[in-house]
């Protein structure tokens, strides 16, 4: 028998405790998944266009026979001889551009982006000799006690740690200003490190912002940052636990759209998570084996989960399924049909401000027309939960970003089409003028 939403309300506060938090005025209870879709106890269907672990499709059946088969015949860890860890690792190596490929860079594995995120601050610290963290204003980076201490987006009760500087995101300047604004931000967090009398360690940064509001445009404009913390000793970690694996179409890599075949940006560490096994818990990072060199010195590392004979073979089954299906091309074409759905809105419901994005991650700005502000963004998070709340009973999902709470966060399976698209803009249509007749 299914418990009624108020039952199961109960016993998850009653057995889970405090710390946890539901999606939706009406919390969903999902069943079933295939492809884009949720299905709720009832049988009825949710259009997922938030969800960008499931990135090949809910339980997507080539992932789930090589979990099942690699299960029923072993499954160790990585202190034992086996292909598959080294399969990865190389397939993983071959998407980095040079001087992190093959000979020059090396793939580590763990459960979760947090834990791989915390292994590439540990290889940061050991290489530098420096402690210091530099992060963008509302980031998030993970759950352990250095990452939840460099997750501003948290919130205020989440004390950041010592060694953590935050740097504005000028999100919404000029496209020409952006770059160097966060470039000057970004030395003078050196700087206040300094005062502190810490070196940094690191520039972490998630190459499409999307806990900030999701920046994507000008491509480049991370870089003169890049630099920066370089000349100062640090090292630049891409966290691509958000935009890896073809999501924003361009590139396989977020960081990789920021550089040219001239010049290619090339990270330190690069970190990578969620969608790598598409709700399995595969993570891990790439890291240049200069930068590496000291931690393997000093360390050794073993993870009793990560790189395991089933976590390889689902990764494995996502590369398959994401090359086999061209689904990087797949983002890009459906990206750009889905943002100019989302403008073509904009130009009939004024609460619609800017539209951005790169391939399938998209943040929509929801604003209060009536009033104006000096960056022309007048955010309206009230008006964002009742958009989000009133997707979701009409059954499409997504969330809300950025530290006003006010930006649609839109970063659907990869395996979406352009009649989703069609379905999600013409949802949310409906949403925005029903709220407006009812205004
Ligand atoms: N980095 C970023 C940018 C993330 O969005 C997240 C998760 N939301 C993490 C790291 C942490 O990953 P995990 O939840 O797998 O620990």
Same mark, same amino acid.
């Given at each position: 028998m299914t418990l009624s939403t108020p039952e199961l309300l109960d016993r998850r506060a009653r057995?889970? #405790?405090?710390?946890y938090r539901l999606f939706y005025e009406q919390p969903l209870h999902p069943v079933r998944g295939e492809g884009v879709w949720l299905f709720d106890a009832d049988g009825r269907r949710y259009l997922d266009a938030y969800n960008n672990v499931a990135s090949v499709g809910h339980c997507r059946p080539e992932v789930v026979q090589a979990i099942a088969a690699q299960a029923a015949v072993l499954n160790t860890h990585t202190r034992y001889l086996h292909e598959g860890v080294l399969a990865l690792a190389e397939r993983l190596l071959a998407t980095m551009p040079a001087g992190l490929q093959a000979g020059d860079g090396h793939a580590m594995f763990t459960c979760t982006g947090s834990e791989a995120n915390d292994l590439a601050l540990r290889i940061a610290q050991a290489h530098t000799g420096g402690t210091g963290l530099i992060i963008t204003q509302w980031a998030y980076h993970g759950v352990t006690a250095p990452l939840a201490g460099a997750?501003?987006?948290? #919130?205020?009760?989440q004390p950041l740690g010592s060694n953590v500087v935050t740097v504005p995101l000028p999100?919404?300047?000029?496209h020409s200003e952006i770059g160097p604004r966060f470039a000057e931000g970004v030395r003078q967090a050196i700087a206040t490190l300094a005062q502190r009398g810490l070196r940094p360690a690191a520039l972490l940064l998630d190459t499409v912002c999307s806990s900030d509001g999701v920046l994507t445009h000008?491509?480049? *404009?991370l870089n003169e940052a890049v630099n920066s913390v370089r000349a100062a000793g640090g090292v630049f970690i891409a966290? $691509?636990?958000?935009?890896?694996?073809? /999501? %924003? #179409? $361009?590139?396989? *890599? #977020?960081?990789? /759209?920021?550089? %040219?075949?001239?010049a290619p940006l090339v990270p330190d560490i690069v970190t990578m998570g969620k969608p790598m096994g598409n709700g399995h818990p595969v993570a891990g990072l790439v890291a240049r084996a200069e930068v590496l060199a000291a931690f393997g010195r000093q360390c050794r590392y073993f993870n %009793?989960?990560?790189?395991n004979p089933v976590a390889m073979a689902a990764a494995n089954a996502v590369l398959d399924v994401i090359e086999r299906e061209g689904l990087q091309a797949n983002a890009l074409h459906t990206g750009v049909v889905l943002r100019q759905r989302l403008a073509a809105l904009g130009r009939r419901h004024a609460a619609i401000g800017a539209v951005r994005g790169a391939g399938q991650f998209i943040g929509l700005d929801l604003v209060d027309a009536t009033q104006g502000r000096d960056d022309g963004f007048a955010p309206a998070p009230a008006l964002t939960q009742r958009v989000v709340n009133g997707l979701r009973q009409r059954g499409v999902l997504i969330s809300a970003t950025g530290p006003e709470a006010s930006t649609l966060k839109i970063r659907p399976p990869l395996v979406f089409t352009e009649a989703h698209a069609a379905l999600l803009a013409d949802t949310l249509d409906a949403v925005l003028t029903e709220l407006e007749n009812a205004a």
């Open positions: 057995l889970l #405790g405090p710390a997750s501003p987006s948290l #919130g205020p009760q999100l919404r300047a000029p000008p491509a480049g *404009w966290d $691509e636990v958000q935009p890896g694996f073809g /999501r %924003t #179409g $361009e590139a396989f *890599w #977020g960081f990789a /759209r920021h550089g %040219t075949p001239a %009793t989960f990560g790189g």
